[in-house]
Nanobody, 113 residues
Framework: VQLQASGGGLVQPGGSLRLSCTASISVFSMAWYRQAPGKQRELVAHIMNDGHTGYDDSVRGRFTISRDDAKNTMYLQMNNLKPEDTAVYYC???????????WGQGTQVTVSS
């Protein structure tokens, strides 16, 4: 499974960004993780094949995860960004049947004035 993530960049506090991640095949679940310098990778949000979503408390109400199964693509709309959201964001998917996990290459999000 190949994953292509995009949409990162530099934004001021309070700004917005939208991340995208496209998989080469249809997948069961999709998720966004992030890793800040010196910290462990953490789960930001996930979305199941039935549309069920989950969010880390730090982003709930500001971030929205969605998926377009016709395009095998997942999105993360990030609003009201804060400096503490600065990290490399990784997409992760799990395949049908075996639930094997695959990672995208990461996209940098920097929130700074």
């Amino acid at each position: 499974v190949q994953l292509q993530a995009s949409g990162g960049g530099l934004v001021q506090p309070g700004g917005s960004l939208r991340l995208s991640c496209t998989a080469s095949i249809s997948v069961f679940s999709m998720a966004w993780y992030r890793q800040a310098p010196g910290k462990q990778r953490e789960l930001v949000a996930h979305i199941m094949n039935d549309g069920h979503t989950g969010y880390d408390d730090s982003v709930r109400g500001r971030f929205t995860i969605s998926r377009d199964d016709a395009k095998n693509t997942m999105y993360l709309q990030m609003n009201n960004l804060k400096p503490e959201d600065t990290a490399v964001y990784y997409c992760n998917v799990q395949t049908w049947e075996t639930l094997e996990s695959y990672w995208g290459q990461g996209t940098q999000v920097t929130v700074s004035s």
